[in-house]
Nanobody, 123 residues
Framework: QVQLVESGGGLVQAGGSLRLSCAASGRTFSSYSMGWFRRAPGKEREFVAAINWNGEHTYYTDSVKGRFTISRDNAKNTVYLQMNSLKPEDTAVYYC????????????????WGQGTQVTVSS
């Protein structure tokens, strides 16, 4: 059974940085693409970033390009999301996802999900 545990969320001022981590267990981490999603209050869950199994390919939603960086360490079974130049509109619960084989990154996602970590950016 897949377990995904996010950490690193918190309260930060606009312009600040946070690094989210997601530790995975339950199956061979390096075999799966990983992603980050977020859900802001009153909004649908949205795609943030994804990374393929070996880290060679990354994808971002337009609103975070140039500010967020997704990376992974297959030796540690962990995926990261470095978030810089944070804005109040980045406030959301951030979820880690481990994609099922063959799933699209977004939309029509088939994945296992973590419990989420809250990120709050104050203005």
């Amino acid at each position: 059974q897949v377990q995904l545990v996010e950490s690193g969320g918190g309260l930060v001022q606009a312009g600040g940085s946070l690094r989210l981590s997601c530790a995975a267990s339950g199956r061979t981490f390096s075999s799966y693409s990983m992603g980050w999603f977020r859900r802001a209050p009153g909004k649908e869950r949205e795609f943030v970033a994804a990374i393929n199994w070996n880290g060679e390919h990354t994808y971002y939603t337009d609103s975070v390009k140039g500010r967020f960086t997704i990376s992974r360490d297959n030796a540690k079974n962990t995926v990261y999301l470095q978030m810089n130049s944070l804005k109040p509109e980045d406030t959301a619960v951030y979820y880690c996802a481990q994609y099922e084989s063959g799933s699209s990154y977004f939309p029509n996602v088939r994945a296992s999900w973590g419990q989420g970590t809250q990120v709050t950016v104050s203005s």
